[in-house]
């Protein structure tokens, strides 16, 4: 461990980079929901596997913080492991598995189901930050499209949706105005997460490393997920219980346990799940 | 014998005399060649302008600057807004302009694919329009999106169908449906009926005349085709290398033509 | 109206037209620059109730008068005064969108000749003036229809597109087209040549009862018969480089 913090800076960027960053972050917390470019590094994983996350963590992490990571809202997936003891190794931190205890947290594709709280950081990981991209490939038309507010397209989408499914079916990241000004991609996280968005007390910090653009969510914004009157938005329910603890109110994953079909539903949030489990017990 | 429409007539008589649409010696060269040189016109509101010329004559690209899909060298385009202003297009603010556009313009290209969402069904190419101007509920932008079907002609069971899977003349018809139902004052239209068939392009030409009358349409048209502006148009301009040769009534030009190079054109075409 | 076309009395209050000094020539570019001088001085006024008729061997410029009149052609010289609504314009000196309005308004055409898109039903081609000038579909309809029946066109063509129709069928919608709007000019290009006596009888009527309405009527007429009886003057109009010979009275 000592040998490691001789020879890397404190996690891992030098401290010009994560100046960069910083004030690419402090723009972004101005102007909520906009795409910020950034000079992104290389990181020692490749891109596609939280490197715009990872390097978000490491502009803002201290000595101090307390340091939680979750992939699909598991701590103990080999992502989020690999990651968590990155930082350990570079910053030396305080680790946790446990949310309400974590200063800072890095998450791909949810965010926790205990309510976050003031003075916590979230920290996603972005694959593709543009959310007008799938109709729009040029990158100076969206940005034109940004610049005045044409979002009209993007309901173009939605209206398929109905029009193939009844619904609007698409249940990952899905669209958000953020302070009714900025359309913005949420990450992929499910759509059952969006109103956890909407006037969270916590920092929210997007990172997109192969696309280099960093955008942000500060506490109490109003995040909307887009809709139609007759077609108002929605989360995922379930007619099942986490078959660990019980709770009808989380994420719920969908676990093949055998070659027979046999099938569970468990608690997408390890944490969550754990610690209801014991208040049971 | 009519005396009851007096007055509308009046109203219309006195619209007239306010063009909707001037461009004064507007230019455009691409290096050395002059596409558009020193071009002015003006259109009236309810008339079709119908603009002739061979390949290469700047008819095309003269379009594209009213539109402001391209920049201009030099001279103005000059639109009156709905709130009877007078806006010089090139020199607006982007976002004035491009909600212009999106409203009281519309541009049908010759080709469909450039014009539709290939992507989305007709629905949804008919119902973008509507939610760029805030349109948020889906029931009534089906209900706006199937009466359009019906004003061109497509029927209402192919709202959930990809343009795709339409034929040429249909996809036409999709895109004028798309670009009207905003109800836009001017429509600029490149070779509308190019590349259709004469049977289909018929059915066409009468669409695009009986919905300029009912829905009191400005059109600018571009065309190689003199039968389609005989038909279509009420003015004509004819250009040559870049300059507007000659210009008149529709009938007036093809009946009367003066310069030698309409002269030419209207004799080489045969009379059907 | 521009200013320039408006003149403060340039016709006696009585004349709904004047035509003053026409020349008018053609170039073939085509065929070395050839120059066909066609008019050379034409004049003619038109009172209301008046039907002139213009006479004269083919060649000899009256279809190109006519045509000036209805601004078809472009003169190279003179005025073409137009009393419109209230003012008095001048034809030569109009924009295009004036003379839009004013072959809305003021002066119709019936021409030899019927251009239509091939979807459009006989009905609607006729109706189509009066619902440019505002009138409702329906009303627009009736109006025509009347007109249909006095002119005996058959019924089953009503809704069918005029492409298919014959000489006299053409001719029979062309004169219900022009003759639904009133007019206070109208210009009338050979409107008999294809009829039969019959219909030639209805359209004597319904020219008689325009001139009844105060309208100035200009025709071209094949036929001696019909010009005789509804002409109240005749424009002679001279071969090669004569001019016109002036007017005769009946």
């Given at each position: 461990?000592?040998?490691?913090?001789?020879?890397?800076?404190?996690?891992?960027?030098?401290?010009?980079?994560?100046?960069?960053?910083?004030?690419?972050?402090?723009?972004?917390?101005?102007?909520?929901?906009?795409?910020?470019?950034?000079?992104?590094?290389?990181?020692?994983?490749?891109?596609?596997?939280?490197?715009?996350?990872?390097?978000?963590?490491?502009?803002?992490?201290?000595?101090?913080?307390?340091?939680?990571?979750?992939?699909?809202?598991?701590?103990?997936?080999?992502?989020?492991?690999?990651?968590?003891?990155?930082?350990?190794?570079?910053?030396?931190?305080?680790?946790?598995?446990?949310?309400?205890?974590?200063?800072?947290?890095?998450?791909?594709?949810?965010?926790?189901?205990?309510?976050?709280?003031?003075?916590?950081?979230?920290?996603?990981?972005?694959?593709?930050?543009?959310?007008?991209?799938?109709?729009?490939?040029?990158?100076?038309?969206?940005?034109?499209?940004?610049?005045?507010?044409?979002?009209?397209?993007?309901?173009?989408?939605?209206?398929?949706?109905?029009?193939?499914?009844?619904?609007?079916?698409?249940?990952?990241?899905?669209?958000?105005?953020?302070?009714?000004?900025?359309?913005?991609?949420?990450?992929?996280?499910?759509?059952?997460?969006?109103?956890?968005?909407?006037?969270?007390?916590?920092?929210?910090?997007?990172?997109?490393?192969?696309?280099?653009?960093?955008?942000?969510?500060?506490?109490?914004?109003?995040?909307?997920?887009?809709?139609?009157?007759?077609?108002?938005?929605?989360?995922?329910?379930?007619?099942?219980?986490?078959?660990?603890?019980?709770?009808?109110?989380?994420?719920?994953?969908?676990?093949?346990?055998?070659?027979?079909?046999?099938?569970?539903?468990?608690?997408?949030?390890?944490?969550?799940?754990?610690?209801?489990?014991?208040?049971?017990? | 014998?009519?005396?009851?429409?007096?007055?509308?007539?009046?109203?219309?008589?006195?619209?007239?005399?306010?063009?909707?649409?001037?461009?004064?010696?507007?230019?455009?060269?691409?290096?050395?060649?002059?596409?558009?040189?020193?071009?002015?016109?003006?259109?009236?509101?309810?008339?079709?302008?119908?603009?002739?010329?061979?390949?290469?004559?700047?008819?095309?690209?003269?379009?594209?600057?009213?539109?402001?899909?391209?920049?201009?060298?030099?001279?103005?385009?000059?639109?009156?807004?709905?709130?009877?202003?007078?806006?010089?297009?090139?020199?607006?603010?982007?976002?004035?302009?491009?909600?212009?556009?999106?409203?009281?313009?519309?541009?049908?290209?010759?080709?469909?694919?450039?014009?539709?969402?290939?992507?989305?069904?007709?629905?949804?190419?008919?119902?973008?329009?509507?939610?760029?101007?805030?349109?948020?509920?889906?029931?009534?932008?089906?209900?706006?999106?199937?009466?359009?079907?019906?004003?061109?002609?497509?029927?209402?069971?192919?709202?959930?169908?990809?343009?795709?899977?339409?034929?040429?003349?249909?996809?036409?018809?999709?895109?004028?449906?798309?670009?009207?139902?905003?109800?836009?004052?001017?429509?600029?239209?490149?070779?509308?009926?190019?590349?259709?068939?004469?049977?289909?392009?018929?059915?066409?030409?009468?669409?695009?005349?009986?919905?300029?009358?009912?829905?009191?349409?400005?059109?600018?048209?571009?065309?190689?085709?003199?039968?389609?502006?005989?038909?279509?148009?009420?003015?004509?301009?004819?250009?040559?290398?870049?300059?507007?040769?000659?210009?008149?009534?529709?009938?007036?030009?093809?009946?009367?033509?003066?310069?030698?190079?309409?002269?030419?054109?209207?004799?080489?075409?045969?009379?059907? | 109206?521009?200013?320039?076309?408006?003149?403060?009395?340039?016709?006696?209050?009585?004349?709904?037209?004047?035509?003053?000094?026409?020349?008018?020539?053609?170039?073939?570019?085509?065929?070395?620059?050839?120059?066909?001088?066609?008019?050379?001085?034409?004049?003619?006024?038109?009172?209301?109730?008046?039907?002139v008729i213009l006479q004269g061997?083919s060649?000899?410029?009256k279809s190109?008068f006519m045509?000036?009149?209805?601004?078809?052609?472009?003169?190279?010289?003179?005025?073409?005064?137009?009393?419109?609504?209230?003012?008095?314009?001048?034809?030569?000196?109009?924009?295009?969108?004036?003379?839009?309005?004013?072959?809305?308004?003021?002066?119709?055409?019936v021409?030899q000749?019927?251009?239509?898109?091939?979807?459009?039903?006989?009905?609607?081609?006729?109706?189509?003036?009066?619902?440019?000038?505002?009138?409702?579909?329906?009303?627009?309809?009736?109006?025509?229809?009347?007109?249909?029946?006095?002119?005996?066109?058959?019924?089953?063509?009503?809704?069918?597109?005029?492409?298919?129709?014959?000489?006299?069928?053409?001719?029979?919608?062309?004169?219900?087209?022009?003759?639904?709007?009133?007019?206070?000019?109208?210009l009338l290009d050979e409107p008999t040549a294809?009829?039969?006596?019959?219909?030639?009888?209805?359209?004597?009527?319904?020219?008689?009862?325009?001139?009844?309405?105060?309208?100035?009527?200009i025709g071209i007429f094949h036929d001696?018969?019909?010009w005789?009886?509804?002409?109240?003057?005749?424009l002679?109009f001279?071969?090669?480089?004569?001019?016109?010979?002036?007017?005769?009275?009946?």
């Open positions: 461990m000592t040998s490691l913090t001789q020879n890397f800076n404190f996690a891992y960027l030098d401290e010009q980079t994560k100046r960069t960053i910083r004030r690419t972050l402090l723009k972004a917390i101005a102007i909520p929901g906009h795409q910020i470019p950034f000079g992104s590094r290389e990181m020692p994983l490749s891109y596609g596997w939280g490197t715009g996350g990872m390097q978000v963590t490491a502009a803002v992490i201290g000595q101090d913080d307390v340091f939680k990571v979750i992939d699909q809202g598991a701590d103990d997936t080999t992502n989020a492991v690999n990651i968590r003891r990155f930082f350990e190794k570079v910053c030396g931190v305080e680790t946790t598995e446990s949310t309400s205890a974590a200063t800072l947290i890095q998450t791909r594709h949810r965010i926790p189901e205990t309510p976050l709280q003031e003075g916590q950081i979230m920290v996603y990981q972005v694959p593709i930050p543009e959310p007008l991209r799938w109709l729009e490939p040029s990158e100076v038309e969206t940005r034109k499209m940004h610049a005045l507010s044409e979002y009209g397209p993007m309901y173009v989408r939605l209206y398929e949706d109905i029009t193939q499914f009844g619904q609007i079916a698409t249940a990952y990241d899905y669209p958000v105005m953020v302070n009714q000004r900025y359309l913005m991609r949420p990450s992929p996280i499910p759509r059952f997460d969006n109103p956890k968005l909407n006037m969270s007390p916590a920092i929210q910090l997007f990172g997109a490393g192969r696309e280099k653009r960093i955008y942000a969510v500060p506490p109490y914004t109003e995040v909307k997920s887009l809709d139609f009157e007759d077609y108002p938005f929605q989360v995922e329910t379930w007619d099942k219980a986490c078959e660990f603890c019980g709770s009808t109110e989380s994420y719920l994953d969908e676990v093949v346990t055998d070659n027979d079909g046999g099938r569970l539903w468990i608690c997408s949030d390890t944490d969550f799940c754990r610690s209801r489990g014991k208040r049971e017990e | 014998m009519i005396t009851d429409c007096d007055e509308a007539r009046l109203i219309t008589m006195q619209d007239r005399l306010v063009p909707l649409l001037t461009v004064e010696r507007l230019s455009k060269a691409y290096g050395a060649v002059v596409a558009c040189d020193r071009v002015s016109l003006s259109l009236y509101p309810g008339q079709v302008l119908g603009i002739i010329g061979e390949s290469g004559s700047g008819k095309t690209t003269l379009l594209k600057a009213i539109a402001t899909h391209l920049p201009i060298d030099s001279g103005r385009v000059c639109y009156t807004s709905t709130a009877g202003q007078a806006l010089d297009l090139h020199e607006l603010p982007l976002p004035r302009r491009r909600q212009l556009m999106r409203t009281e313009w519309g541009f049908v290209q010759q080709n469909p694919r450039d014009g539709l969402r290939m992507n989305v069904t007709a629905g949804a190419n008919i119902g973008e329009r509507l939610m760029e101007v805030g349109g948020r509920h889906y029931g009534q932008i089906r209900q706006t999106a199937g009466l359009w079907l019906d004003q061109v002609e497509i029927s209402q069971a192919r709202m959930d169908d990809f343009p795709h899977t339409f034929s040429g003349g249909m996809q036409q018809r999709l895109q004028l449906a798309r670009v009207l139902v905003t109800s836009p004052r001017l429509v600029l239209m490149d070779e509308p009926t190019g590349g259709l068939d004469v049977s289909v392009q018929a059915k066409l030409l009468d669409l695009i005349r009986s919905l300029v009358r009912t829905l009191q349409l400005s059109v600018i048209l571009v065309t190689h085709d003199i039968g389609v502006v005989r038909l279509l148009a009420h003015r004509l301009l004819v250009m040559q290398g870049g300059q507007v040769v000659e210009a008149g009534l529709t009938d007036q030009v093809l009946d009367d033509p003066q310069h030698p190079y309409t002269q030419q054109l209207v004799s080489a075409t045969l009379v059907p | 109206m521009t200013s320039t076309a408006i003149s403060p009395s340039p016709v006696s209050t009585n004349s709904l037209l004047w035509a003053d000094n026409l020349h008018k020539r053609f170039i073939l570019h085509a065929q070395g620059g050839i120059c066909l001088p066609v008019l050379k001085g034409t004049s003619l006024k038109v009172k209301p109730g008046e039907c061997p060649g000899s410029g190109t045509r000036s009149l209805y601004a078809n052609y472009r003169v190279d010289s003179g005025a073409i005064w137009v009393k419109h609504g209230e003012n008095r314009i001048d034809l030569t000196q109009c924009q295009p969108h004036e003379l839009m309005a004013i072959r809305q308004k003021t002066i119709g055409y021409s000749f019927l251009r239509v898109i091939p979807r459009v039903p006989a009905l609607e081609v006729a109706a189509e003036p009066l619902m440019e000038l505002g009138l409702e579909a329906a009303a627009a309809r009736d109006n025509v229809r009347s007109l249909f029946r006095r002119l005996n066109l058959p019924e089953r063509l009503w809704s069918l597109s005029p492409t298919t129709f014959s000489g006299g069928e053409k001719q029979r919608l062309n004169i219900a087209r022009a003759f639904s709007v009133d007019f206070p000019i109208l294809a009829l039969d006596a019959a219909n030639r009888e209805v359209v004597i009527e319904l020219i008689e009862e325009k001139k009844a309405r105060g309208c100035a009527l001696e018969q019909v005789q009886r509804v002409g109240n003057r005749v002679t001279g071969r090669e480089d004569e001019t016109a010979l002036g007017e005769s009275h009946e």
